[in-house]
């Protein structure tokens, strides 16, 4: 593993706007690229974070399949319901704008749904469950994403990592957030492996004979040619539950698209027919509840929050020194790193070192 160098978080943020506008991103855009990508970094979600800031949306913007500037169209507006087009522009700008507008109409109507077709990856989910907590409401998402997940008992890498991410307002000091994938690990995940030259563990990535892949390099090119595919949330076959997560990335895959007409599967691997790039198309949906429309918020937190601390003092299993509840571990290592700011790995500074010589910053 290469050694570890830590670099201010405000650094690293306006790093990322300073190269984005350089890029023809609008000032104000790059500005909600840069928090979303920055958020993940300060709450140990590495895998989403400045880490995919090159390979993931500056390599696109160089590549033509990414517009710099996010045009979203209002699609359809009806009462607590809207469809947005984000004409393949920056998924985190136009996810932060649909969340925003179904935060608007849940506190009119008690729910909101928005769904966003035409969009790009828009960071980690978690993001947008945060926006609706801190407001005291519930926030849901889900996106679809590249083909990565085989079916149970297939081999064939068809479903997107597809989170279902849920954020719920709490009376403590950190708001519940469950934000995963519905795969056993994604693409940023074994990226990260790449980087610092660790081997994947067993049962992550099979192969078309299904037997396990564990060289993040290979792998890497092998979900892109399509001849490898992450396991579903549970792993292979049906004995650890592995249905399941197949079953729940259906149902964002669904959500993502079929409620606007938008591409799935295998029309989002992002080449066209003859293997040139394209952009992705992917679909995302947003979901806010007012709390206050069916009981008083305050109750609810401290509800939640009682749950939650009862779980957390549960009997421990032999060994374990505490229990978690979701959205407590990312606090705690905000609570840790803001001072230290982000880890940076050699190939990660290498590549901001880059883009920095590039651009003269």
């Known amino acids: 593993m290469s050694e570890i160098k830590h670099v201010p978080f405000d650094e690293l943020e306006g790093f990322m706007v300073d190269v984005l506008v350089h890029m023809e991103v609008p000032r104000q855009e790059a500005e909600i690229v840069a928090d979303v990508l920055i958020t993940s970094d300060k709450r140990g979600i590495d895998s989403h974070g400045i880490g995919r800031f090159k390979p993931i949306y500056i390599d696109r913007l ?7 500037s996010t045009k979203i169209d209002i699609v359809k507006d009806q009462a607590a319901t809207a469809v947005l087009d984000a004409n393949n522009g920056f998924g985190h700008v136009a996810g932060k704008f649909a969340m925003k507008m179904a935060m608007e109409k849940a506190k009119t109507y008690g729910l909101g749904m928005v769904t966003v077709k035409n969009s790009s990856h828009y960071g980690f989910a978690g993001y947008y469950s945060l926006m609706a907590t801190a407001e005291g409401l519930i926030g ?53 492996y790449a980087r610092e030259g660790e081997v994947l563990p067993e049962g992550w990535v099979i192969d078309h004979k299904g037997h396990s892949e564990t060289d993040p390099h290979q792998v890497l090119q092998e979900l892109v040619k399509g001849n490898a595919a992450l396991t579903p949330l549970g792993g292979i076959g049906e004995e650890l539950g592995g249905y399941k997560g197949y079953g729940y990335a259906t149902v964002v895959e669904i959500l993502s698209s079929a409620l606007h007409a938008g591409p799935f599967l295998k029309a989002l691997t992002g080449l066209d027919d003859t293997g040139n790039n394209v952009p992705y198309r992917l679909g995302h949906f947003f979901i806010a509840i007012d709390v206050e429309h069916f009981t008083e918020l305050e109750q609810f937190k401290q509800h939640t929050g009682e749950i ?42 290498e590549q901001i070192t880059e883009l920095k010589n590039r651009f003269s910053l």
Do not use: H, W
């Open 140 to 192: 849901i998402t889900g996106t679809n994403a590249r083909p990565s997940i085989a079916p149970t008992f297939g081999v064939e890498n068809m479903l997107g990592t597809n989170p279902m991410t849920f954020g719920i307002p709490t009376d403590e000091a950190f708001d519940f957030v469950l934000d995963c994938a519905t795969s056993t690990t994604q693409r940023g995940k074994i990226e990260k």
């Open 62 to 68: 160089d590549a033509g399949i990414l517009n710099p």
């Open 308 to 349: 939650l601390r009862a779980l957390r003092s549960s009997q421990k299993a032999p060994g374990s020194e505490k229990i978690y509840t979701a959205g407590e571990k990312e606090y705690l290592t905000y609570l840790q790193r803001k001072d230290k700011g982000a880890p940076m790995g050699e190939v990660l500074l």
